[in-house]
């Protein structure tokens, strides 16, 4: 079955450490995003990408990093520079840029940070 | 996007239509309305969109008003796995599927 494939689902590092979280999607979609959830809080977008070899900033881009070399993966890297790492993460995609086409989701992983 | 407004938590019994309803007073004319929800633990889940008509799929009706400032999400026949937090969201088509979630309601559904 098509999908998004998020690893691992736990995830844990120690504080100044960076560590790169996997999205891989064989949806053949052409856009990807990035999410961040925190307890009882709704998503907050972090990076998203439109095409292969383009992203652009989220709202809480700030010690994240992403790369988009393949269309099928969009690997997101939390930086020593994130204050607040600890944080469930969540990758999405969809059929294009634009339209009504809706996000699909991953199953997350969750991050701590200690 | 426009701002969503639902009720923190409801109750349902199974078996039972589960009603979830969304306030969007202030969205635009080509701003759609989605729904998704999610379980916990797990990735959010597309349920239905509209624009204006009502539409139904296998999972949901939606019914949006006649001038689009509510709308309400419809399980006809709510089960235990319904339980979960369902987010209203309103978009602009064509500005990117950038989705900007707000804190959703808790759907309990009792047995």
């Known amino acids: 079955d098509g999908g998004i494939t998020q690893s691992p689902k736990y995830l844990f590092r120690k504080e100044g450490q960076n560590v790169t979280l996997s999205c891989e999607q064989n949806?053949?979609?052409?856009?990807m995003y990035w999410y961040r959830q925190d307890p009882g809080q709704g998503l907050r977008l972090i990076y998203y990408?439109?095409?292969?070899?383009?992203?652009q900033k989220g709202d809480i881009a700030e010690g994240y990093s992403v790369s988009r070399e393949k269309k099928e993966s969009f690997p997101l890297t939390v930086t020593s520079a994130q204050k607040n790492p600890t944080a469930f993460y969540l990758c999405?995609?969809?059929?294009?840029?634009?339209?009504?086409?809706?996000?699909?989701f991953g199953n997350g992983t969750r991050l701590t940070v200690t | 996007d426009a701002k969503t407004t639902q009720p923190t938590s409801m109750d349902c019994a199974e078996g039972r239509a589960a009603n979830l309803p969304c306030n969007h007073s202030?969205?635009?004319?080509?701003?759609?309305v989605y729904w998704y929800r999610q379980i916990h633990s797990q990735g959010p889940q597309y349920i239905i969109h509209?624009?204006?008509n009502n539409e139904t799929n296998e999972m949901a009706s939606l019914i949006i008003t006649e001038d689009r400032k509510s709308s309400t999400l419809i399980l006809p026949h709510a089960t235990l796995r319904d339980t979960a937090v369902y987010y209203c969201?309103?978009?602009?088509?064509?500005?990117?599927?950038?989705?900007?979630f707000g804190g959703g309601t808790r759907l309990m559904v009792k047995p």
């Open positions: 202030t969205i635009s004319g080509n701003e759609y």
């Open positions: 999405a995609s969809s059929i294009k840029r634009g339209g009504a086409s809706p996000l699909h």
């Open positions: 969201i309103v978009r602009v088509r064509n500005a990117g599927n950038m989705l900007t």
């Open positions: 509209g624009l204006k």
């Open positions: 990408s439109q095409i292969v070899n383009d992203f």
């Open positions: 949806l053949n979609h052409d856009a």
